[in-house]
């Protein structure tokens, strides 16, 4: 097993556990602490009537493990789990580049990422995805319907797609796409609009130079939209609170009995007013960040109750068996001390979706700009 790495829920630390391979030598080899693991393995191999391959072995000898744990977020990833974890560190997805949320008769595009098959397909936000491959989507979550949407590299998906004028088929190729991706652009009243993809590697610079464009344009203050946001990195998580915080406190981690404190430091990038969009879809890395701006007075938290996933993790792979596994280390909190882990964070001004416009967005840009 290789030294594991920390995550926080969806969130990669970079960071590796204490306890090299001569530690865990002297605990496997004979006369080991887990030397019974070994000799029961190799018994089984030798003896029983159904062959066992030593993958399967393994990976039933972690799943015990995890099972004494109690631990709702522990698990073995396979193959391809293992592999939505590796993009979070190489910063990139594959699929179609689009941003999606609840509507009545199917899901509607929330927005989509510049340069995506998306995009370049001429899918616009606000159109109704109502079938994905024929398949009616209506009354489907979001996470069912991106699981439709994902797929391999060079791959193609048919979205039919209801608009004024009637319904389209729209064919697209699924290809990579940088998780850094950040939606930006000026709404009308000088309001600067921010939606990061994912906390994935070089994001915080992205922002930082979204940032910068829309104040050389004239924002007066800026939304950043964390709806959807699963997490990503840490390090990032930290890096884009402090472009609104500067050299602050963002979270307390929780481990073991022991606390220690995430900071960010250097110069904040803007001191605008902020609002950001939260939903059930807000969790991890992005509930870090809210909590934090919320926390320190530099933004109101507009839209619904976020996931509630404060739990740090560890993600190591399993050699020889194909897969990775997952465990619970600590949690976080936020600089005043609130609990994320299970309990989320409740908005300061609630606000259902739908409508014929975004309503969440609606309500925090007229909330920067004064009005009630």
Do not use: C
Request: hydrophobic share 45%.
């Amino acid at each position: 097993m290789r030294r594991p790495v920390l995550i926080l829920t969806a969130i990669v630390l970079a960071a590796a556990l204490a306890g090299g391979s001569f530690l865990l030598g002297r605990r496997m080899g004979p006369g080991g602490e887990l030397a019974p693991i070994v000799d029961t393995a190799e018994e089984i191999r030798a003896r029983s009537a159904q062959p066992v391959p030593l993958e399967e072995l393994i990976r039933g000898a972690v799943r015990g493990m995890l099972e004494v744990l109690e631990d709702p977020h522990a698990a073995f990833l396979g193959p391809d789990q293992a592999a939505d974890a590796d993009e979070l560190i190489s910063g990139s997805y594959v699929g179609v580049g689009l941003w999606i949320e609840p509507a009545d008769r199917g899901v509607r595009v929330a927005s989509t990422l510049e340069g995506s098959p998306a995009r370049e397909a001429g899918v616009v936000p606000g159109g109704l995805i109502a079938r994905i491959d024929g398949r009616s989507v209506a009354g489907v979550s979001t996470a069912e319907a991106g699981a439709l949407l994902a797929g391999a590299e060079g791959t193609m998906v048919t979205l039919t797609i209801d608009g004024p004028d009637g319904s389209r088929d729209v064919t697209l190729t699924r290809a990579r796409i940088s998780l850094a991706a950040v939606e930006s652009r000026m709404l009308e009243g000088g309001v600067g609009y921010l939606r990061p993809l994912r906390f994935a590697r070089g994001v915080a610079d992205e922002l930082r130079a979204s940032v910068g464009t829309l104040a050389g344009e004239g924002a007066t203050a800026m939304v950043l939209d964390l709806r959807g946001n699963a997490g990503g990195l840490t390090d990032e998580a930290v890096a884009v609170a402090g472009l609104f915080l500067g050299d602050q406190p963002v979270a307390t981690i929780r481990e073991r009995g022991e606390e220690r404190e995430l900071r960010s430091e250097g110069e904040a990038a803007t001191s605008l007013p902020v609002a950001v969009l939260v939903d059930g879809g807000t969790a991890s890395a992005a509930e870090l960040v809210a909590g934090a701006l919320r926390d320190h007075g530099r933004a109101s938290l507009v839209g619904t109750p976020t996931y509630g996933k404060g739990a740090l993790l560890a993600l190591s792979e399993v050699e020889g068996a194909g897969g990775s596994v997952r465990y619970t280390t600590g949690t976080f909190v936020t600089p005043d001390g609130h609990e994320v882990e299970g309990v989320g964070l409740v908005p300061d001004l609630a606000v259902l979706p739908g409508g014929p416009i975004d309503a969440q967005l609606d309500r925090a840009v007229r909330l920067l700009r004064g009005e009630t």
